[in-house]
């Protein structure tokens, strides 16, 4: 069990999408073995944008991100749901 950072409800690990991040580095980790710190999303654009709103990411990884690397992790979590 995972603990999503948007909503806050665990939920199995294999339900969730682990974000990495190493070296300023912000991206999806589909294989779950990533290098870096991992925080654990919901496949939904509602669950990053209340974690946007808290910063639940910046704070977790300890590191501010751009609103470029915000953009782009939308935009792979939406290419990731059509999965």
Same mark, same amino acid.
């Given at each position: 069990?995972?603990?999503?950072? /948007?909503?806050? +409800? ?6 969730? #999408?682990? #974000?990495?991040? @190493?070296? !300023? *580095?912000?991206? #999806? %980790?589909?294989? !779950?073995?990533?290098? /870096?710190? !991992?925080? @654990?999303?919901?496949?939904? +654009? ?15 990884? /300890?590191?501010?991100?751009? *609103?470029?690397? *915000?953009?782009?992790?939308?935009? *792979?979590?939406?290419? @990731? %749901?059509?999965?």
């Amino acid at each position: 069990m995972r603990r999503c950072v /948007g909503c806050m +409800e665990s939920k199995p690990k294999n339900t969730l #999408i682990r #974000i990495a991040c @190493y070296e !300023g *580095e912000v991206s #999806i %980790d589909p294989t !779950g073995k990533a290098k /870096g710190r !991992g925080v @654990y999303l919901c496949p939904s +654009e509602e669950c990053l944008t209340k974690a946007k709103k808290k910063k639940a990411l910046q704070r977790s990884f /300890g590191t501010e991100l751009t *609103e470029a690397q *915000e953009d782009q992790l939308l935009q *792979e979590i939406k290419n @990731y %749901d059509a999965r």
